[in-house]
């Protein structure tokens, strides 16, 4: 199976700052990577899929960056709905698996 | 927009099997994959396995030997089993669409989630 991994683990940061999470795979994954934020109670949510790409009705403070095994999530100016896990997944090889999250919560 | 709605008992006694079911409405079953995945405090996100419409399916090899995913287009449904469940089987089950437009496999619409917790 192909482990991912994130850092960090949890971050606090003000309203309107840039947060950046990375995530990286064991392996070569090309760009077959997804992101998603999950909130409290709530079934994870899709924002980005093959690495870079927004998906519709996702605010575009949010992108993603990265390929082969490193890969970068960010949120250009955080906002206080932006309080979540968010988790990255890869899909180039079955099984698909999930990074172990990264928990953003404001200062 | 699709939605997705898991059912099935919250309490499964140890050795037992686990039967989940997930309802899809405004939207189709036909030319989608259709995923299970579930969630533990100890092991995070784990995905289960998928099943495309036509009815075959891909399991994780960590599972395969006790679970089995179908669907039911007459339904609008497709179903999950898991037997000989232990106390590491208690998680929050969702079910989930696989989009794979343009080649990308990426889980795109999920149900709620439903709390199964294996207990005697």
């Known amino acids: 199976d192909i482990q991912m991994t994130q850092s960090p683990s949890s971050l606090s940061a003000s309203v309107g700052d840039r947060v950046t999470v990375t995530c990286q795979a064991s392996?070569?994954?090309?760009?077959?990577l997804n992101w998603y934020q999950q909130k409290p109670g709530k079934a994870p949510n899709l924002l980005i899929y093959?690495?870079?790409n927004l998906e519709t009705g996702v605010p575009s403070r949010f992108s993603g960056s990265g390929s082969g095994t490193d890969f970068t999530f960010t949120i250009s100016s955080l906002q206080p709905e932006d309080i979540a896990t968010y988790y990255c997944?890869?899909?180039?090889?079955?099984?698909?698996?999930f990074g172990p999250g990264t928990k953003v919560d404001i200062k | 927009q699709v939605q997705l709605q898991e059912s099935g008992p919250g309490l499964v006694r140890p050795s037992e099997t686990l039967s989940l079911t997930c309802t899809v409405s405004?939207?189709?079953?036909?030319?989608?994959?259709w995923s299970w995945i579930r969630q533990s405090p100890g092991k995070g996100l784990e995905w289960i396995g998928y099943?495309?419409?036509?009815?075959?399916?891909s399991y994780n090899p960590s599972l395969k030997s006790r679970v089995t995913i179908s669907v039911d287009m007459s339904k609008d449904h497709f179903s999950l089993r898991l037997t000989s469940v232990t106390s590491a089987d208690t998680a929050v089950y969702y079910c989930?669409?696989?989009?794979?437009?343009?080649?990308?496999?990426?889980?795109?619409?999920w149900g709620q989630g439903t709390l199964v917790t294996v207990s005697s």
């Open positions: 997944q890869q899909y180039n090889n079955l099984p698909f698996t």
């Open positions: 093959d690495a870079s």
């Open positions: 099943v495309h419409y036509t009815g075959s399916a």
């Open positions: 405004r939207g189709s079953i036909s030319g989608f994959f």
């Open positions: 392996q070569d994954i090309t760009n077959s």
């Open positions: 989930a669409r696989v989009n794979r437009t343009g080649g990308f496999y990426r889980f795109d619409n």
